[in-house]
Each structure stands twice: as C-alpha cells, then as structure tokens.
C-alpha cells in the first residue's frame, strides 16, 4: 500500500486569496509513503515549504533522507527546493532525479537557480547534500518501490513516473500537452505510465474554452485528462495542476463534471492540499488529515 499526501496542487504560480483556500494555493508537491521506506517526493513546488514543516513536527530521529522525482525544471515544481526546512540540518541527504537537459547537467540547471542574482544563497550553502540523478527513459529503484521513468509531452524535456510498492501503484503526471489537433491520442509512454494504474494524478489545467487560447503552452484540459483515464483504465483519476485562476468552486465544479464522463469507469478526485489517498489494498479511502 501506498499513502499518498498533498502539499502543493496548482500550477504556474502559487496564488492566495479566498477563492482558492479551500483546494490549497501551493504548487506542486506530493509526497509518497511506502512502508517504511524513506519518503518520495514528487515535485519540489512551493509545496515542499509545507512538507518540509510537516516532517520536522514529527520529530523523526536522526537527519532527512528522503529521494525527490522531478518532471521538470519550470519553476513552480522546483521553487520550494531552497526553502525545505530539513535541508538546512547537517547530514540530510536529498536524492534528486530529473530529466538530463539539453544542454548541461541537471545539477548545473538546478544550482544556476538556486544563487544570486536569482536567489539570495547558493544551493551548496544549505547544510544538507543534494545528489543528482539524470534520468528519462529507465526503470530504478527507489528503497523497496520501483520506478517507471518516461517522457512526457510539455514545454521542455520533462519525466512522467510510476511508482509501484506492493499491490499499489501511482502515476504522476502533472504537466502533459493535450494533442492540438483535437484528436484524443495518447501517447505509448504515456499509456505505459498509466495503464492499469490505482491513481493517476493527472494535468488538469483547462477546460475547453481556455485550452483554445493556450493550446501551446503544454497542458490538457479536464475532458483530456478523462480521456488519458479511459484509455490507460487506471482506477481512479486526480485532477491535479489546476490554474491559478481556477477558484474552489470552479475546481468542484469540474470534479462533478469528469466524474459524469467517467460513467463510473473510474474514480474522479480534484487534489487539495491535506488530502490524503491509499493505494494498494485499499483503494476507495479518501480523508482529509488535520491541519
């Protein structure tokens, strides 16, 4: 089984305001549990901030050891890197698997953001280490999970994971270009990630009208992301990345519209933060932890 936690749901930017409290402002983050294994994280979006405090209220014995799964560099699934509060503990060792760049390595990517004039420190000065691990089309280890690691189609080169523990499995995808030519084709990769899936977390950034007018900007529309459900037959899907333009109710809104879609094929959920999931012998359990 597989406990799955939210921290970060949007995408683009963070937003705060009334409209948007209820399903969270934060961006991408999500953290795995596999048994007792160290923790997966998924994205590193302003999130991790929360995360990072989550994890040191628990008052774990001993320093972080934990292994991040990047999709990519764009800013709001890296931005909370600096700002995870068990890094700045001596001997916390931080894992971090990306997609190799086109140019110059992930770690030269990553520390080229992390320094000024774009960031008041360097990422070297944080006490905690951070190792790289470029990869894109491979299968890994993670503890005792296995990865599936595989391209996905968005702006710049950017991963999509599977992870499986047990009888419980998760797909990530946060960020995925819908085909602009109006079809409803899925890529192999892509199928390969999700099929058969307990949870899929899945783009969700637009509906039809908006899709329209940001048809290049790399993300899919809720219709597309049922689409991705139906044809992978994953088990449940999670709207996930929603716009920051998108208040609670519009997010609600477009949960109850991807679920009479579904036609009870599969499970529908939007993600807010605190949600937590179970994947694996459980699959129907769906709570909100305390704040």
Known sequence: MITIEFFGVRGSTPCSCHSTAGIGGNTSCVVLHCGEDDPIILDLGTGVRYLGEHLDSQNNPGPFRGTALVTHLHWDHVQGLPFFIPMLSEDAELTLVGPAQETGTLQEAVEAFVCPPLFPIDLRVLPGSVDFVESCHTELMVGNAAVMVRPVEHIGVTNGYR????????????????????????????????????????????DALEFGQKSTWGHSTIDYAAEVARQSAAKRLVLFHHDPSHSDEWVEAACAYV?????????????????????????????????
């Open 163 to 206: 992870i499986s523990f047990g009888s419980g499995s998760v797909a990530y995808i946060p960020d995925h270009q819908e085909p602009v030519d109006g079809s409803r084709a899925v890529s192999d990769t892509v199928l390969e990630l999700c099929r058969d899936v307990d949870v899929l977390i899945h783009d969700a950034q637009y």
């Open 259 to 291: 679920t009479e879609l579904a036609e009870g094929a599969f499970d529908v959920v939007a993600a807010s933060e605190k949600m937590v999931l179970t994947s694996g012998e459980i699959t129907s359990t769906l709570e909100r932890v305390e704040a």
